[in-house]
């Protein structure tokens, strides 16, 4: 006998133990709420085109502004040009700009022209020929850290500096800094590194260079007594184990914030320069 009363909302039919069939479903919202990008400069909501003509007048009259100044400050270095004249306005270097000018030599003379042309400059970083600013010496703990321009006589007159390395024994790396510009040079960061070379004297197969140290420091324009400083930078103790090889090479740069260097290289950058070394 079945029940003549319909069943109650919200429950199922007492017929159908799987309940009621379910009804359409419901169709797709408005989906989740992107808020507006905002607009910023060259931003993903910059939308409008840029107007070229505007640009262009501006960057017109900005160099307009620029050549009279140029003028202006060529005028109070160097005085005004015939009869009252603007002066000629001179291009100014690295070298005689107000920047700093870091250089490590790679040769007695080399004042930081790169690149170095190889067939007329000594050949670089082999014996004596080496970079004259890279200085090994025997080690003493009360070295200070930075040495005045004349650290390297005082190394020599000390007989401390040599020319080769023992194996098992500590050497203190030095380097000689120079700032040819004429503004000072700020937090300038010297480091260098040591390798050996292959058992056969080349640098094929050799070992991976070491890092030795670094030190960051401070060097006035060139006209001041502090224009150039030895640095203690690392020490360097080459193990037996490499034995037997002949020697290897002290590499060394500086630079700094507003004097970057490009290349490790020394024969293209001031801011490197190598030593060859032997072991015995």
């Given at each position: 006998?079945?029940?003549?009363?319909?069943?109650?909302?919200?429950?199922?039919?007492?017929?159908?133990?799987?309940?009621?069939?379910?009804?359409?479903?419901?169709?797709?919202?408005?989906?989740?709420?992107?808020?507006?990008?905002?607009?910023?400069?060259?931003?993903?909501?910059?939308?409008?085109?840029?107007?070229?003509?505007?640009?262009?007048?501006?960057?017109?009259?900005?160099?307009?502004?620029?050549?009279?100044?140029?003028?202006?400050?060529?005028?109070?270095?160097?005085?005004?040009?015939?009869?009252?004249?603007?002066?000629?306005?001179?291009?100014?270097?690295?070298?005689?700009?107000?920047?700093?000018?870091?250089?490590?030599r790679s040769y007695l003379g080399d004042v930081?022209?790169?690149?170095?042309?190889?067939?007329?400059?000594?050949?670089?970083?082999?014996?004596?020929?080496?970079?004259?600013?890279?200085?090994?010496?025997?080690?003493?703990?009360?070295?200070?850290?930075?040495?005045?321009?004349?650290?390297?006589?005082?190394?020599?007159?000390?007989?401390?500096?040599?020319?080769?390395?023992?194996?098992?024994?500590?050497?203190?790396?030095?380097?000689?800094?120079?700032?040819?510009?004429?503004?000072?040079?700020?937090?300038?960061?010297?480091?260098?590194?040591?390798?050996?070379?292959?058992?056969?004297?080349?640098?094929?197969?050799?070992?991976?260079?070491?890092?030795?140290?670094?030190?960051?420091?401070?060097?006035?324009?060139?006209?001041?007594?502090?224009?150039?400083?030895?640095?203690?930078?690392?020490?360097?103790?080459?193990?037996?184990?490499?034995?037997?090889?002949?020697g290897g090479g002290i590499q060394v740069v500086?630079?700094?914030?507003?004097?970057?260097?490009?290349?490790?290289?020394?024969?293209?950058?001031?801011?490197?320069?190598?030593?060859?070394?032997?072991?015995?």
């Amino acid at each position: 006998m079945t029940d003549p009363r319909p069943p109650r909302p919200g429950r199922p039919d007492p017929g159908d133990p799987l309940g009621p069939a379910p009804g359409p479903r419901p169709g797709p919202g408005p989906g989740p709420f992107h808020p507006p990008i905002p607009w910023t400069p060259f931003g993903p909501g910059d939308t409008a085109a840029p107007d070229v003509p505007g640009i262009l007048a501006r960057v017109a009259k900005t160099r307009t502004a620029l050549e009279a100044a140029q003028v202006q400050l060529t005028q109070l270095r160097h005085g005004p040009g015939p009869d009252g004249t603007d002066p000629r306005v001179r291009p100014v270097s690295r070298a005689d700009g107000l920047w700093p000018f870091l250089v490590i030599r790679s040769y007695l003379g080399d004042v930081g022209a790169r690149p170095i042309d190889t067939p007329s400059a000594p050949e670089i970083g082999h014996g004596e020929f080496g970079s004259p600013d890279i200085v090994v010496t025997t080690t003493d703990p009360t070295d200070k850290q930075v040495l005045g321009r004349d650290g390297v006589a005082a190394l020599h007159s000390q007989n401390r500096i040599r020319k080769y390395m023992n194996y098992d024994t500590t050497y203190t790396i030095w380097v000689h800094v120079w700032n040819l510009g004429l503004a000072p040079a700020h937090g300038v960061r010297v480091r260098a590194w040591g390798f050996a070379n292959a058992p056969d004297g080349s640098f094929v197969n050799s070992p991976p260079k070491v890092f030795l140290g670094g030190t960051e420091i401070d060097l006035g324009d060139r006209t001041s007594e502090d224009a150039h400083l030895l640095v203690r930078t690392g020490t360097w103790l080459v193990p037996a184990a490499l034995a037997p090889r002949w020697g290897g090479g002290i590499q060394v740069v500086a630079e700094s914030m507003s004097d970057v260097m490009e290349t490790a290289n020394p024969l293209l950058d001031r801011h490197a320069a190598f030593f060859a070394i032997p072991f015995m």
